[in-house]
T-cell receptor, first 113, second 113 residues
């Protein structure tokens, strides 16, 4: 079963606009990660935020984590057509073994030129 | 620096057959995890191999089995294929069974007819 739920399921914006995706999860975690997937191929790791962190930046990406609400958001600023992809949040549960990542269903982002 | 590689890229099988998928981890990594991604869904954890042993397993039947070799490469075997096994199979490598950052291969697209 999938732990997380991304919101929205699909998002269409114009180049230069910001894109915000949200993720909710169910159990306590060690960390939360965001991945990008182009055209149903391999996943590319974007950013990791640990359970004791609240915000993290990497280039045009900004991730927030609210463990009390069990939610995270990914903000992509000044979007480009090349950002068109599916974005997944993945959690590393803190119980039941930490070896696995639990993914949500993803947000499909389309950036129109 | 070689990333994660998977073979084959695509595979078509019929119900009841058996299939073997292969994965070579990123250089320096010793842990391999396998995920199944059905169309329109997020990846689901199948199992993880470290030190040639299965360390953790997701909610998959015994028809799914694996192996890790001394050079850290891994195989995923699926017996008695069902139509529902059609999916993208992703291999991810990491260092010492950690979930901090997993590096994913391009995947093997399995179609069961």
């Amino acid at each position: 079963s999938q732990q997380g739920e991304e919101d929205p399921q699909a998002l269409s914006i114009q180049e230069g606009e910001n894109a915000t995706m949200n993720c909710s999860y169910k159990t306590s975690i060690n960390n939360l990660q965001w991945y990008r997937q182009n055209s149903g191929r391999g996943l590319v790791h974007l950013i990791l935020i640990r359970s004791n962190e609240r915000e993290k930046h990497s280039g045009r990406l900004r991730v927030t984590l609210d463990t009390s609400k069990k939610s995270s958001s990914l903000l992509i600023t000044a979007s480009r057509a090349a950002d068109t992809a599916s974005y997944f949040c993945a959690t590393a549960p803190s119980q039941g073994g930490s070896e696995k990542l639990v993914f949500g269903k993803g947000t499909k982002l389309t950036v129109n030129p | 620096d070689a990333g994660v590689t998977q073979s084959p890229t695509h595979l078509i099988k019929t119900r009841g057959q058996q299939v073997t998928l292969r994965c070579s981890p990123k250089s320096g990594h010793d842990t391999v995890s396998w995920y199944q991604q059905a169309l329109g869904q997020g990846p689901q954890f199948i199992f993880q191999y470290y030190e040639e042993e299965e360390r953790q397993r997701g909610n998959f039947p015994d028809r799914f089995s694996g192996h890790q070799f001394p050079n850290y490469s891994s195989e995923l075997n699926v017996n008695a294929l069902l139509l529902g096994d059609s999916a993208l199979y992703l291999c991810a490598s990491s260092l010492t069974a950690r979930t901090d950052t997993q590096y994913f291969g391009p995947g093997t697209r399995l179609t069961v007819l």
